[in-house]
């Protein structure tokens, strides 16, 4: 009989730089760490979404969000600051 060995990914004190382009109706979101480039994507405007991505992906990371200001770009920023990613 085969035993499966399961891992938990941990993410612990590693930096994820999340890339906005906040527009109305999606985000343009990029995720780089220490230089690389991992993903980009296009998702609904919701900071929900993209926290539990980051979550569910990049699990007990320190996560800094990043977007130009804009109409759209500051109820985003405090959404993004209540579910614990930063914004530099």
Not at 10 to 20: M, P
Not at 32 to 61: C, H, R, V, W
């Amino acid at each position: 009989m085969q035993t499966k060995i399961t891992k938990k990914l941990d993410f612990s004190n590693q930096n994820f730089y999340i890339g906005l382009d906040v527009h109305k109706k999606n985000w343009l979101v990029t995720i780089l760490t220490d230089g690389l480039e991992l993903k980009t994507f296009s998702q609904p405007p919701s900071a929900n979404i993209l926290a539990g991505y980051l979550t569910n992906n990049y699990p007990n990371g320190h996560y800094y969000s990043a977007y130009e200001a804009g109409f759209c770009g500051f109820s985003a920023h405090r959404e993004l600051l209540s579910l614990g990613i930063k914004t530099l």
